[in-house]
């Protein structure tokens, strides 16, 4: 559906010198499948909005290929690039309504060539399809954030797109609005087939909603694949320290640094973070080991979830007893497809 090759996109850093500028998307090649809900992630300032805005040429790339359905868009004439344009959607993190207009009238926007009636009743399916059909009458200040974005996404929505762009559509949104507005993309997605661009800075938006994604750093994709993969074996820094931030194991360092009662590990004692992957979270895995191998092991912290319908995630223990049975445990771990990380051994000076 959309396959990006050698994006180059350059902003001029200082006007009165044109030679110096700033790669804001850089040689950046990227292919994703129709149907599919793709993320793109990164920090501020790592070039991902510039990047989705290439995508229908809101921001003409310096070079590069754009082709959209096979369709290369850097070729098409204005009014070629016009029509193009009214099957990509596109919802942005403020919401970009019109203030002085009403609900109906935001999303009748785009409509044209249609008759009163039609419109009406385009906007009817519309604001029904986003659930919020008694809003039709309400102007935008009258509206909650998530109402907001419901009327953006309709509008997105009414020349029946196949593809829908969101520049941080859930950045302004609360928690429990962002898993709303996420869940209604899905099942977007599935009633409509949409092709989802998601771009983003959250990594939990991106574990919720997308099968693949690609990570963004200084104009660059510095990683991409399943969401799965990526979240389970980051390879970036960059890539790693996003993970990190969703993830409760990393408090571990907190409380360590803060000396707490809690992750004090007494001679003789191991720490170590076992990070899960796949099924192997299912297994009873703490309480064989401790049976097996005749040792203590106490969870001091632990965060398991579910990320594109597989379950990952890990624990923080501290392991107790003879050290030979705690390296048998630790072993068998390893073989079970377990990342071992050892944070603390007391062992060694036991």
Request: charged fraction near 25%.
């Amino acid at each position: 559906m959309i396959e990006l090759e050698h994006i180059v996109k350059s902003f001029h850093a200082d006007k009165a010198d044109k030679n110096k500028s700033i790669h804001a998307v850089n040689d950046v090649s990227l292919s994703i499948n129709d149907g599919d809900i793709f993320g793109i992630i990164g920090f501020s300032g790592a070039g991902k909005s510039t990047l989705v805005r290439c995508i229908n040429l809101l921001e003409r790339p310096d070079s590069g290929s754009v082709k959209i359905d096979g369709v290369e868009m850097m070729t098409l004439k204005p009014k070629e690039l016009y029509k193009a344009r009214t099957k990509i959607g596109m919802i942005f993190q403020q919401f970009n309504l019109m203030p002085s207009r009403t609900v109906l009238q935001n999303v009748a926007y785009p409509l044209r060539n249609m008759t009163r009636e039609q419109i009406h009743k385009r906007v009817t399916e519309l604001l029904s399809l986003v659930d919020i059909p008694d809003k039709e009458n309400a102007y935008p200040s009258e509206l909650s954030g998530g109402q907001k974005q419901r009327v953006a996404i309709a509008r997105a929505l009414a020349n029946d797109p196949t593809i829908l762009l969101c520049d941080e559509a859930t950045s302004a949104l609360d928690p429990q609005t962002t898993g709303s507005i996420l869940q209604l993309l899905k099942d977007l997605n599935k009633k409509l087939g949409l092709t989802i661009v998601v771009i983003t800075h959250e990594m939990e938006v991106v574990k919720n909603i997308c099968r693949k994604a690609a990570v963004m750093d200084a104009g660059k994709i510095i990683e991409s694949g399943d969401v799965f993969e990526i979240f389970s074996s980051p390879k970036h820094p960059v890539t790693k320290n996003f993970v990190r931030t969703t993830s409760n194991l990393s408090k571990i360092e907190t409380l360590i640094n803060d000396d707490s009662p809690i992750v004090r590990v007494n001679p003789g004692q191991l720490m170590a973070r076992l990070i899960y992957v796949r099924a192997d979270v299912s297994e009873p895995l703490i309480s064989y080991a401790s049976r097996a191998f005749d040792i203590e092991i106490n969870i001091v912290l632990a965060d398991v979830e579910i990320v594109a319908g597989a379950m990952i995630g890990g624990t923080v223990v501290i392991f107790s007893g003879n050290s030979e049975k705690i390296d048998k445990a630790l072993k068998y771990y390893r073989d079970k497809n377990i990342r071992v990380e050892v944070i603390k051994d007391a062992r060694i000076t036991a």
